[in-house]
């Protein structure tokens, strides 16, 4: 015969395990974009770092462009950061969320720019992107992938990347290892190839242009929910074995 006292409070937790799950992961799983002038956000900083001009800044032009060999020798390294993404404001991701998919979105000029695009590492060091140069950050030599000035593994290889907008799936571990704590200094974009990839910086004079991250996130549970939940089950239990 079959014991009810035990198979219904076994079931019923079940139930709410399973409604726990899919509260946590489906109802509340909410996607935000960040773009320069899109829904009032513009944190968005840019740049890039040249070998050669080892002392100039390239934060406020209006394309970032990078390159293994540019002119033979000198290597063009990106810079990109979206600052202000993680906090309780509205348009933001609140600390601690478990972050499902993140995308980036680049267009690429014409002419010249389509190109053999780059690997993005996430940076280790702050950067800001009026004063950034090879010489003075990331202590000097440009963005080392070392495990001190950048992270040897990466989010994303675009590979050889055509004229237009693009988006790109990116990894979620740099998105994930910040919302749970980590200082977000963005990536760092130097290339593996020798034919130049020209992409519109924040500064591009079209919103739409500009670089655009979008992040799909489920937030931490709160403490409430989790009683109010727990509590419910306990309840429920009691009630079955009288
Ligand atoms: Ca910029
Ligand atoms: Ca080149
Ligand atoms: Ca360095």
Redesign the pocket.
Known sequence: MTNFRIVLPATIAMIVVFAMHVASHTALADTITFQDGVESYTGTADAYLSETNSDSTYGSEVTVTI?????YNNRLEGLLRFDNIFGSGARQIPLGSTITSATLTLTTDGGAGP?DGARFHRLLQSWNEGSVTWNNSFGGNGVDTNGTDALSSYDLDTGYVEEGERTFTMATTSLQAWSDGATNHGWAMPSLG???WIIDSSEDGTASCRPKLTVTYVPEPSAFVLLAVGGLALLLVRRWRK
Request: proline share 0%; aromatic share 0%.
């Open positions: 390159d293994a060999n540019d002119n190109g020798g034919n130049g």
